[in-house]
């Protein structure tokens, strides 16, 4: 495809960014309805949904799809990610994420590497030879099990050396080395299985080299990316090695991408980076967007990417000392177009029915028009989560926290 509206191979910042939101799935009309083809449709163009468990506003791996697509019904992703008989499993594909059962074949490699550094080797797994023995009895004769009744049958058992400490620590190794796979959730809680008892046999019977595997996770990177450098391919599967970019000089070679440069995106002593192009990447004029980003989302979880597409310098204070916050617990990006303009904390305050703005903030810009933006996005967000409005909490912090104050006064009569 002919590189129309890159000069001489490179692109200005602004195209770059859209280039990187049209393929996350940004820009795109909005369906009337958003339902299971949809969804499927999302995670199949971004490959992963990351998992957190923080809940103070909603928890992360719904939030993709609500920036992307709209309001949605929940229950709907829970049939593709919680269902045991639904496409979805999980691993750790960037972080702990939602993946197709399908592509565990990509991961073996990543397993086997788990297992040479924590496994027969290794002094806690020789110690608890009899805790990973008694696991695999569990799960051959019961079949998946949730934490909780894994929990429950551990603490039968009698000794002073057997806690349900020791149980999670195994299962969870089990599931690195790919010994054990998880079948849904049940309440948020994981159901481990083994992992003949959750795959199905197509998937467990393939057979992927590493190079083939790393290969195919970087092309995937590549069209979720739409352009970047190889540290932002790479992180989008948490690749490191020599491997990445051998794959990246094959995917060169083979015409998926193309080397291009980006203005401004510099490295050490302001020497250009290096970046590629995929070849079917859509290079929109502008992009219409207005969405909340969760903490984890593709677009900003690379922080280094963020700062060099966006401008947008991110760090997320969960583990922050209160004192410490400067812009919230929580905070999330909130993206107009194809700029992030700012931040807010959001906390869906069931109790009082409305969700409450905590602190909200400005990067260098318009915090009026950013205000008058973001209050029907609120209002959306609100309906979506069922509250019935928004406020901004008593005392919120930052710049953007006032002037929502103001332009919700305002909309209050017809906006809800």
Do not use: C
């Amino acid at each position: 495809m002919p590189l129309r509206s890159i000069r001489g191979r490179t692109a200005l910042p602004a195209l770059a960014r859209r280039i990187a939101l049209a393929a996350q799935g940004f820009g795109r009309p909005r369906p009337a309805v958003v339902g299971t083809r949809q969804l499927n449709g999302l995670i199949d163009r971004i490959n992963l949904l990351q998992i957190d468990s923080v809940n103070v506003f909603e928890r992360s791996h719904y939030l993709p799809a609500f920036a992307r697509l709209g309001a949605y019904d929940r229950t709907l992703l829970d049939r593709l990610t919680f269902d045991a008989r639904g496409p979805h499993t999980e691993y750790w594909a960037h972080e702990a994420a939602f993946v197709r059962k399908e592509d565990w074949s990509l991961f073996r490699w990543r397993m086997r590497q788990y297992r040479e550094r924590y496994g027969t080797g290794n002094a806690w797994f020789a110690a608890h030879d009899s805790t990973l023995s008694w696991l695999r009895s569990e799960l051959a004769a019961k079949g998946p099990l949730a934490a909780g009744e894994i929990e429950h049958d551990a603490n039968r058992r009698s000794g002073p050396w057997w806690g349900w400490s020791e149980v999670k620590r195994a299962l969870e190794r089990m599931f690195l080395f790919g010994e054990v796979a998880i079948a849904g959730r049940t309440r948020f809680q994981r159901r481990y299985g083994l992992v003949e008892d959750v795959l199905p046999a197509s998937v467990l019977d393939r057979t992927v080299s590493d190079a083939d595997a790393i290969r195919e996770l970087m092309r995937r990177s590549a069209v979720a990316h739409g352009i970047g450098t190889l540290r932002d391919f790479a992180d989008y599967y948490r690749l490191k090695g020599p491997a990445v970019a051998v794959a990246m000089q094959e995917l060169e070679d083979a015409g998926e991408v193309v080397p291009v440069q980006v203005a401004g995106w510099t490295g050490a002593g302001d020497r250009p980076v290096k970046a590629w192009l995929h070849r079917d990447a859509r290079r929109p004029r502008s992009i219409d967007a207005a969405a909340l980003l969760s903490p984890f989302d593709p677009v900003v979880w690379f922080r280094d990417r963020a700062l060099r597409t966006f401008g947008f310098h991110y760090r997320i204070e969960i583990y922050t000392p209160a004192p410490q916050r400067v812009y919230g617990y929580y905070s999330l990006p909130i993206l107009l177009d194809d700029e992030l303009v700012g931040r807010i904390d959001l906390k869906s305050d069931r109790q009082a029915g409305v969700l409450r703005v905590q602190s909200a903030w400005t990067e260098a810009g318009d915090g009026g028009r950013v205000a008058e933006r973001l209050v029907p996005l609120l209002g959306e967000t609100a309906a979506w989560q069922g509250l019935g409005g928004v406020e901004v909490a008593e005392g919120a912090r930052g710049d953007l926290a006032p002037m929502l104050a103001a332009e919700l006064a305002l909309a209050a009569p017809t906006a809800f």
